[in-house]
């Protein structure tokens, strides 16, 4: 069965500090992936996607990069975090058709 | 550009009461997909429900019912005889195709929905 995986689960960073979040998926191949991010109060936005190892569309200006080293790693990084960087992180992935499996979340607080 | 918009910021209700979250959204794709997650308390985004946009037909799966309709734009969700549970924070969302493959999903801000007893 497919499962994904995201770690950290929580974490707490300085201003100016970097950032590497990182999300793995099992048990499919040439999947789909995706990074969101949800502010306190608010809904998911999407920040990158990728279809493919190397491959990577953003979404949004930001802080923020990401990198896609093999077919089911997807890491979302940053040199400098800003406060504006807090929020929660959500990875999904897909393989055919829409709708996605969400990983379980990295809540980032930025201080 | 797509949109989802969920006008219900926060829903109260007591336990046993029915409750109705509104979804409305807009598209200028003839083909589309949309969709509910819950979030509960722990973060993590529990799939309900995905419908395509030929599918009018409306569902109940347990106490969960849908209803979509095409020509006002709107796909509300019904939980019937709520229980505390259900407290959660409940986002409807809507997928367009991007470049290269894949879809994007352009979500609402969500409804909280809190159940009392």
């Known amino acids: 069965s497919q499962t994904i995986h995201q770690w950290p689960a929580t974490l707490v960073q300085p201003v100016g500090s970097p950032l590497s979040l990182e999300c793995t998926v099992e048990?499919?191949?040439?999947?789909?992936l995706y990074w969101y991010r949800q502010a306190a109060g608010r809904g998911l936005q999407l920040l990158f996607y990728s279809v493919g190892i190397g491959q990577i569309s953003s979404e949004v200006p930001q802080n923020l990069s990401a990198s896609r080293p093999q077919d089911r790693q997807f890491i979302l990084s940053s040199k400098k975090l800003l406060l504006s960087d807090s929020g929660f992180y959500l990875c999904a992935w897909s393989v055919r058709g829409p709708g996605y499996t969400f990983g379980s979340g990295t809540r980032l607080t930025v201080v | 550009a797509q949109k989802v918009t969920q006008a219900q910021t926060e829903i109260s209700v007591v336990e046993k009461e029915d409750v109705t979250l509104d979804c409305v959204y807009e598209t200028r794709d003839t083909t589309y997909y949309l969709f509910w997650y819950k979030q509960p308390p722990s973060g993590e985004l529990v799939f309900l429900i995905r419908r395509n946009s030929f599918d009018e037909q409306n569902e109940i799966s347990g106490r969960y019912s849908w209803n979509f309709q095409k020509s006002t734009s709107s796909f509300n969700f019904t939980i019937t005889a709520s229980q505390v549970v259900d407290s959660a924070v409940y986002f409807c969302a809507l997928s367009e195709s991007v470049t290269g493959g894949g879809n994007k999903l352009t979500f609402g801000t969500g409804t909280q929905l809190k159940v009392e007893l």
């Open positions: 048990g499919t191949s040439n999947p789909n």
